[in-house]
């Protein structure tokens, strides 16, 4: 459960909930019928007598549906002593009901992508699932259950508590979180705006459970919450299960609360200064601005973008490009009342942050004096509405954001938002500035800090009726068509394709949501031999390639991608570039020329290398005091211990540090000019697009260009001689500790008990919060916030490897670790359950045809295909052989494999403090 991140969400145990007066809805309870309110772009909206809001998003072009429920409370609705009870009982809620007592499990057998995530103006629980009628009237009847029976018990809190307080822990460890915490309690004097939404550490703590259970029973009622479904489903039956699911809820007697607490003009610049453990400075600053839907919110978002976007943002020229800082960002938020224009830079280790601090004061503060011009603004625009139209393509991604726009007061701002950013203007721009970003209106951050009373007057938020009045919104999106995403159809809708050079293709043409298509190029090059010494340059190239062309410069680049509502990105590793290409049917040729400027005429500027050395530098040197990152890479180091000289060798962190201070520009011109080329590689193109055209303007980016340096694949190798071992890392500072594990052992993806494997890493940790030690370690002891196990493999090498991983509070590691090794060992004794088989067979199955259902996701699957020289049809294989397993062969498979005998352990965090935390407690008397 998240606060205004997502995260995954557990659940579990029963008893009775009628304690504190919840109802269960009867077939006999009278079901409230639904009006018909409206429908603007393809969004129609229903209003139900007790007054649930429901909008129908409609788009069978995705064969899944989402239901997203909202309710509109969050830490703005918290009372005193009440900081975190709108997020705590998000995790509460996934506890059960009595018709619903294990709300994970249930949902991980259908294969559903779920969530909670609470913010400061509302609640949301979303599920994506397979699109079925039957999928559909179960998440409906799930949501309108836990609405209002949900288990809020005394046991639950008592491990569920222990589990928000380890995610405040996670968010301990971050300078960054932190600071911005700092920011707003200091620039609110009153609003609960200044209160994180994970809440204060005594009140998550101390929270007797008659007052979570009042809080919802207050909130949780249908009359404060907005139903979203979006996908694949059919309008007339989704009504009807609404109103048969909540309809027979009853419209509650109380009067719902509003909140009323104004925040009064700032008078005075503010500042905080935050002293922790940390390898990178921070700058931050914050200015009151109006609320969501207001006006000028348009502008301050395009303000946001000319501030802090990259390359040719203000702020990235006046600090990253001198460099002075190594990152900027700028944000404006959209709530419900008043919020806050931020701006950041990080500073590396060393540098001045009196200097940054005020070149970026005087960057902000000085924009309302001047001007701004045309093209900056329509650069803003452009990308902010790209954006926008991307997400489109999405109707589950859009049914989880309106949340955040009703929780302003009306879903129908997401419309108004895109109309007011079209007609922002550079003067409107320079206004927002000139009232908001001032002195006596900002507080100052800073990670490692008014001769007279100004006010800076903050509009009041406006009437959305009359906002509204005649509002007719646009056409809806072009819909796609309802596409079948088996291993079977994939493959009887592909066709094979060789481009120049030999680089293998497969096309899979479809209509797409938006017309939207994706495309996947992979280039291989180089050997174990050739790259030696050369694995940072190969890490940087990818990223120099489309940082400017002969034609183009990187902001020139960008724009190009803008004006065609497309994005182009690349990564990669030593012998592997890949570029990923998110477009339009009609401006994908247009893309692809792009695509050929990056491949064939890059530039690799100095400035640009430099700056992106300087980023890089500066995110390894943040981690050199993550719990996280050096145990990872502890037991990485032990379970493949390859030669320092092999390219596939694990550094440290600081070996790591040391390359990225040696590498040079001319490094990396020399690995493009000597390694790259279209000698082999392949590539996969999903969605809507003309074949032939695309086609063409692929076979000339890559035409006549080859290496004489062969290329060779980089084998993953299996060492059998590694021994087990336990290792402790002291992070001092760091509130929250991290348990790492893994093992590596000789197995493919083709080997006969390969599909053995998965299911039993699914059972063990793989399946969430409904496996074993999700079940355990999480929902029964509330030791730990995240926790689970992986499986590892490639289609060619044998060798495979289980990583196990978990977070807690440093004093409980021992409980952990202890944990792990005990369901580890019980797995391996017993072997799975029948019943437990079933559930992850059925779970496992469905996540892979949800997964499947991502065009990103498809095209990464077809890409590893081609070079593994086989189809989907493996996948069918597989999906069989996994269906028919049997409790035997996952046990076999497991005891084969697994040997916790040689585990390399690794755990790290505060130790020392924990263990003086520890002592204290223990001589204070017990009361």
Known sequence: MARTRSTSVLALLLLVALSFGAALPTAAAAQAAATKVQSLEGITEYRLDNGLQVLLYPDPSKPTVTVNLTVFVGSRHEGYGETGMAHLLEHMVFKGTPTHPHIPKALQERGARFNGTTWVDRTNYYETLPASEDNLNFALELE???????????????????????????????????????????????????????????????????????????????????????????????????????GSIPKPERELPKTYTEEPPQDGERSVTLRRVGDVGIVAAAYHVPSGAHEDMAALDVLANVMGSAPSGRLYEALVKSKQATAVGSSASNWHDPGVFQVEAEVRKGDSLDEVKDILLDVVESSGDSTFSEEEVERAKQKLLKQRELAATDTSRIAVQLSDWGAQGDWRLYLLHRDRLEKVTPEMVQDVAKRYLRRENRTLGIFIPSEKSEKAEVPPRPDLAALFDGYQGREEVALGEAFDPTPKNIDERSQNVTLSGGIKGILLPKKSR????????????????????????????????VRGTKHLTRQQLQDELDKNGATLSASGSAGTAVFTIQAKRDKLPAVIDLLKQVLREPTLPEEEFEILRRAQLSSLEEQLTNPAVLAITRVRRQVSPYPKDDVRYVPTVEEEIERFKNVTRDDVQKLYDEFLGAQAGELAIVGDFDADECLKGLQAALADWTSDKPYGRIPSEYFPDVPGATERILTPDKANAVYMAGEAFPLKETDPQYAAMVVGNYVFGGGALSSRL?????????????IGSYLSSDAIDARASLTISAICNPQAMDKVSTAIREELDRLLADGVTPSELAQAKQGYLQQQQVSRTSDATLAAILTENLEADRTMAFYGDLEKRISSLSPEQVLKALRTYVDPNKLVIVDAGDFAKAAAEGKSAAKEPAE
């Not at 405040?168 to 309690?185: D, V, Y």
């Not at 703590?205 to 694949?232: H, S, T, W």
Request: with cysteine.
């Open 144 to 246: 309108a259950d836990r609405l209002v029976n949900s288990f809020i018990r005394q046991e639950d809190l008592f491990s569920e508590m222990t589990v928000v307080r380890n995610e405040f822990e996670a968010g301990e460890n971050s300078p960054s979180n932190l600071l911005s915490q700092r920011i707003m309690s200091a620039a609110f004097d009153w609003h609960n705006y200044g209160k994180d939404t994970i809440g204060n550490r005594s009140d998550i703590e101390r929270v007797p459970i008659k007052n979570l259970q009042a809080f919802y029973k207050k909130y949780y009622q249908p009359d404060n919450c907005m139903l979203v479904i979006a996908g694949k489903f059919d309008e007339k039956t989704a009504m009807q299960l609404v109103e048969k699911h909540f």
């Open 774 to 786: 999700g079940d355990r370690v999480r929902q029964k002891e509330g030791l730990s916030y995240g």
């Open 514 to 545: 938006g017309e939207a298509v994706y495309l996947r190029l992979v280039l291989r090059y180089g050997d174990l031999e050739s790259l030696k010494g050369r694995v940072t340059a190969a890490e940087m190239l990818p990223a120099m390639l």
